[in-house]
């Protein structure tokens, strides 16, 4: 019996450790879901809340919905098909991805993506690589002519299937940080809008992710594993004026938390008559009440002096 108890314990010994490994890998899974679950609320919650604050979606829509390869883009299509599922208005998804043709660009990574979640896609060929490559001088960023370039393409392609709403991916740390290169190297006080008319009054363009912040949605892109694309053009490229402002405000971020947010928040409480932009408020008509308010005093001085006659 001694003996049958010793090898029995020692057994136990072997099989403790697998036994071990298997609950933490399964205490890890369990956590990674639950964190999922909570990324997945939060994200659709703001996103949720941008559609409704600035009418993005509305019964009927067609949503073109632009796919760079990125997490950006990635989470904002996975979020609006959810959404799509629960909302209370029906609207229709056409995912759009722009092949510029980069060098080593992956071309089955998105068509075969698209194509496991049955969504309905189309893949648009150009060749603006070239073009921004050889149009852009020496140690300037492509950023600007890829993007014109780009969006031509897409806002073409959006006539042509009849899209109501085009989709951008950006979130809001892009927006703040389109507000301070605006500021330091444009001297213009602007950023990218939730919501935009285009120039030639064709097209209405939609950024769902307006509210959502940057870390939960690379988080959200790692968890789910997304086949993230990284851009070869402009992420070559280096001491972008763009990566600047980000270091910044990450350096914000981490000095100051909450610092973030109260600068978006400042961008939604915009106050025109203490900025001084003359087309936005009409400083030249501003007049002094001093003299009107006098002569109301002295109107009710003169009703009191009446009533106490009585």
Same mark, same amino acid.
């Given at each position: 019996?001694?003996?049958l108890?010793?090898e029995?314990?020692?057994?136990?010994?072997?099989?403790l450790?697998?036994?071990?490994?298997?609950?933490?890998?399964?205490n890890?899974?369990?956590?990674?879901?639950?964190r999922?679950?909570?990324?997945?609320?939060?994200?659709?919650?703001?996103?949720?809340?941008?559609?409704?604050?600035?009418?993005?979606?509305?019964?009927?829509?067609?949503?073109?919905v632009?796919?760079?390869?990125?997490?950006?883009?990635?989470?904002?299509?996975?979020?609006?098909?959810?959404?799509?599922?629960?909302?209370?208005?029906?609207f229709?998804?056409h995912a759009?991805?722009?092949?510029?043709?980069?060098?080593?660009?992956?071309?089955?990574?998105l068509?075969?993506?698209?194509?496991?979640?049955?969504?309905?896609?189309?893949?648009?060929?150009?060749?603006?690589?070239?073009?921004?490559?050889?149009?852009?001088?020496?140690?300037? +960023?492509?950023?600007?002519?890829? @993007?014109r370039?780009?969006?031509? #393409? *897409?806002?073409?392609?959006?006539? %042509?299937?009849?899209? =109501?709403?085009?989709?951008?991916?950006?979130?809001?740390?892009?927006?703040?940080?389109?507000?301070?290169?605006?500021?330091?190297?444009?001297?213009?006080l602007?950023?990218?809008?939730?919501?935009?008319?285009?120039?030639?009054?064709?097209?209405?363009?939609?950024?769902?992710?307006?509210?959502?912040?940057?870390e939960?949605?690379?988080?959200?892109?790692?968890?789910?594993?997304?086949?993230?694309?990284?851009c070869?053009?402009?992420?070559?490229?280096?001491?972008?004026q763009?990566?600047?402002?980000?270091?910044?405000?990450?350096?914000?971020?981490?000095?100051?938390?909450?610092?973030?947010?109260?600068?978006?928040?400042?961008?939604?409480?915009?106050?025109? +008559?203490?900025?001084?932009?003359? @087309?936005?408020?009409?400083?030249? #008509? *501003?007049?002094?009440?001093?003299? %009107?308010?006098?002569? =109301?005093?002295?109107?009710?001085?003169?009703?009191?002096?009446?009533?106490?006659?009585?």
């Amino acid at each position: 019996m001694a003996l049958l108890r010793n090898e029995n314990y020692t057994v136990a010994l072997e099989v403790l450790p697998r036994f071990t490994d298997e609950i933490n890998v399964s205490n890890t899974v369990r956590k990674s879901h639950l964190r999922l679950n909570r990324l997945q609320k939060n994200l659709r919650r703001e996103c949720g809340r941008a559609i409704a604050d600035f009418n993005m979606i509305e019964e009927g829509d067609l949503v073109m919905v632009c796919l760079s390869g990125g997490k950006d883009s990635y989470v904002m299509l996975d979020i609006l098909l959810n959404l799509q599922k629960h909302a209370p208005i029906n609207f229709s998804i056409h995912a759009v991805n722009l092949d510029q043709k980069q060098p080593g660009f992956p071309e089955h990574v998105l068509p075969e993506y698209l194509e496991s979640i049955e969504v309905d896609y189309h893949i648009i060929e150009q060749d603006t690589y070239s073009v921004v490559v050889d149009k852009t001088a020496e140690g300037k +960023s492509y950023c600007g002519l890829c @993007s014109r370039l780009r969006r031509g #393409n *897409l806002y073409s392609y959006a006539e %042509k299937i009849g899209a =109501s709403k085009i989709a951008l991916g950006h979130h809001r740390h892009d927006i703040m940080e389109t507000l301070f290169l605006n500021m330091f190297f444009g001297g213009k006080l602007k950023a990218m809008p939730p919501k935009l008319l285009s120039d030639d009054k064709k097209h209405i363009v939609i950024r769902p992710l307006a509210y959502c912040k940057e870390e939960e949605i690379a988080e959200f892109a790692d968890l789910k594993k997304f086949p993230i694309i990284p851009c070869t053009l402009c992420g070559n490229q280096e001491n972008l004026q763009r990566q600047e402002i980000k270091k910044m405000l990450n350096s914000w971020d981490k000095q100051f938390p909450g610092r973030l947010e109260v600068i978006f928040r400042s961008i939604t409480n915009v106050a025109p +008559s203490h900025l001084a932009d003359t @087309s936005l408020f009409a400083f030249n #008509n *501003l007049e002094v009440e001093r003299q %009107k308010s006098a002569n =109301s005093k002295q109107d009710e001085s003169k009703l009191l002096n009446t009533v106490n006659l009585f």
